[in-house]
Each structure stands twice: as C-alpha cells, then as structure tokens.
C-alpha cells in the first residue's frame, strides 16, 4: 500500500500555510485519518488557528468555528430547541458542531459545563435534544486549541474530555530562518488567503476506511498494551491511561503508517506516537509535579524499559 498522492498534496498545501512544521501537520493529517479529533497546546500567536484553518480549507466540506469564552452556552455549541408558533412544536436549530471540521479555538476559556457540551458530540458523534438524537456529518473532526494552564482566565480541561482527543501536540516558537520566511510570506497578505481545496471529502471517508486495514502484528498489538499498562502502575502517576489510550496509539499507528506508504506499523512508529497520545492522559503524584517532571519523560522513561518485539510482516 502506498500514500496517495492525494494527501500528500494537503501536507504540501498546509505548508503553503505553516512554514517548518511538517510534523505537527502529519500528525494532524494522521489524526483525521485515525477519525480522531486533536487538542492543540501552545502559547498564542504560534500558528495553532491557521494549522486547523489551513487543513479545513484543503478539504471540501463544512467548516465552523467557535471561540470558546466564559459566556459561552452549550447550546451555544450543540444547538437549540425553539418553539415554533406556526407549529405549535418544537423545533431544533443545529448548533456549530454540525458540520465537518470543527475549530474549538481556545476550548479551555469556556467553563467545564460548556467544555462538556463537547463530549457526546466528539464520542458519539450525535447530539441529544430533548430525547431527540441529531447525528452529527461524516467526517467529523474536531480540533481544539487551548492555552497553557499556567496562564489567566483558563480552565482546567476535565479527565474525560481530554481522554476524547486522539492526540495532543504542541507547535512551538520557530527557527529565527523559518521566522523570516513567515515575515517575508506575509508582507502584503496572509497565504491562507490563497490557499485552495485538493481534497473532497468523499475521499477523506475512503482513506478513513483504507487505514484500518494496516496491518499491525500481534506482538505489537501486545507491545502497544504493555506500554500502556505501566501507565497506571508507575509510581510517578496518579492516573494512567485507560483502554481508550491502547486503541488511540493503535489507530495512530495505523494511521502514520497509512501516511508513510506502509501497508503494516513498525514498532518505531509507536514509539515515536506515544507521546502526543499518552501525554494528555496521564495525571502526575504531586510530589513528582512539584519535583518538575513531565509527562513526556514518564512516557520515555516506560519506552526505555519496554522491550521492542520482533514483528512479522504480512
């Protein structure tokens, strides 16, 4: 099986749009091949709005934005029942969820009751309406932005909604040379601007169906289960992953696969997916947060001690 050529011109069309982060953008390709969604992490100004506008833009199909504040509602999210005079019944105006790919911009500024308006629509993919169930367009991807903890006005995002994100990525500052391309690329307009489809989305359902036939061994279906496991033993955490974290390493894996061209997944590829899958999942002891340990260095810390088997090719 080889990548199609079809996405590897939305990588390069991203990249019209995101200069020197061809890995943030391949994982989060991956990730809406996997049918996951990605929680985006970082500092405001590095790039997280324009990477998701940018793949929303590559791909024909709805795309909707909510900018997630204090006074936002969940109905403001999911959608509302209003009573219709000429009727006399109740009708259901869909909400912003309703559609392909989702921007949650800034998900963590809403609070938790807002925050959780998210959780059936990411899981289920439907809402729930007064008894009524509204499924949700296929595909349906989200991808939220949140700042770091750390900073003012910001909520904690709760056990449950984080565990429904496939993966969690940072961006990161860029190079001083990356950062004078993105000066120059925009001294008279911004490159999102021109930036067109290549994809439809009856395509995207396609690829969503030919991930899941990669190939992975038994021995690192085990190994992907082993590595989670120690999660929830290790003295360092309070809180390991859950089942949910071994299928979401596995689909990733599928799916980084799928993109390299490869028809089976390499125990190379788990490693290098552990992070962003693991890392939003883990909850630390005090003692180790308060120490200065990070999530990260737990995750290679268990990768260390994992022994890599010896898989066979299909």
Same mark, same amino acid.
Not at 137 to 154: D, H, L
């Given at each position: 099986m080889s990548s199609p050529s079809e996405i590897e011109?939305?990588?390069? =069309? &991203? %990249?019209?749009?995101?200069?020197?982060?061809?890995?943030?953008?391949?994982?989060? +390709?991956?990730?809406?091949?996997?049918?996951? #969604?990605?929680?985006? %992490?970082?500092?405001?100004?590095?790039?997280?709005?324009? $990477?998701?506008?940018?793949?929303?833009?590559?791909?024909?199909?709805?795309? *909707?934005?909510?900018?997630?504040?204090?006074? $936002?509602?969940?109905?403001?999210?999911?959608?509302?029942?209003?009573? =219709?005079? *000429? +009727? *006399?019944? !109740? %009708?259901?105006?869909?909400?912003?969820? !309703? +559609? @392909?790919?989702?921007?949650?911009? /800034?998900? @963590?500024?809403?609070?938790?009751?807002?925050?959780?308006?998210?959780? /059936?629509? &990411?899981? %289920?993919?439907?809402?729930?309406?007064?008894?009524?169930? #509204?499924?949700?367009?296929?595909? !349906?991807?989200?991808?939220?932005?949140? =700042?770091?903890?750390?900073?003012?006005?910001?909520? #904690?995002?709760?056990?449950?909604?984080?565990?429904?994100?496939?993966?969690?990525?940072?961006?990161?500052?860029?190079? #001083?040379? +990356?950062e004078m391309d993105i000066v120059n690329a925009q001294r008279k307009r911004h490159p999102i601007e021109d930036i067109e489809p290549v994809l439809e989305i009856s395509q995207i359902l396609e690829m969503q169906e030919k991930v899941r036939e990669v190939y992975v061994d038994e021995a690192l279906r085990d190994y992907i289960v082993k590595i989670v496991e120690q999660t929830r033993s290790h003295p360092q955490l309070l809180l390991g992953g859950s089942p949910r974290a071994s299928l979401a390493l596995f689909r990733m894996g599928q799916a980084m696969a799928y993109l390299s061209g490869g028809d089976f997944v390499l125990p190379d590829v788990i490693k290098s997916l552990a992070g962003p899958v693991l890392r939003h999942r883990l909850i630390l002891q005090p003692q180790a947060r308060l120490g200065g340990v990070t999530p990260d260095q737990i995750i290679q810390d268990i990768i260390d001690k994992t022994s890599v088997p010896v898989t066979r090719i299909q």
């Open positions: 011109g939305l990588i390069r =069309n &991203m %990249e019209q749009v995101i200069f020197g982060k061809t890995e943030a953008i391949r994982q989060v +390709t991956a990730t809406l091949l996997a049918g996951g #969604h990605v929680l985006i %992490e970082d500092v405001p100004g590095v790039g997280k709005t324009y $990477l998701a506008r940018s793949l929303a833009l590559s791909v024909t199909g709805d795309f *909707k934005r909510i900018q997630f504040t204090p006074d $936002l509602l969940p109905t403001d999210v999911t959608g509302v029942s209003i009573y =219709n005079q *000429k +009727t *006399k019944g !109740f %009708e259901f105006r869909e909400g912003p969820v !309703f +559609t @392909n790919v989702l921007l949650a911009d /800034e998900l @963590n500024r809403a609070t938790p009751r807002t925050q959780s308006a998210l959780l /059936e629509c &990411m899981e %289920e993919r439907q809402v729930s309406s007064d008894g009524i169930t #509204h499924k949700l367009p296929q595909p !349906f991807f989200v991808i939220a932005t949140q =700042n770091p903890i750390e900073q003012q006005g910001v909520y #904690h995002l709760p056990e449950a909604q984080l565990d429904r994100f496939l993966i969690q990525i940072s961006i990161g500052y860029p190079k #001083h040379f +990356t």
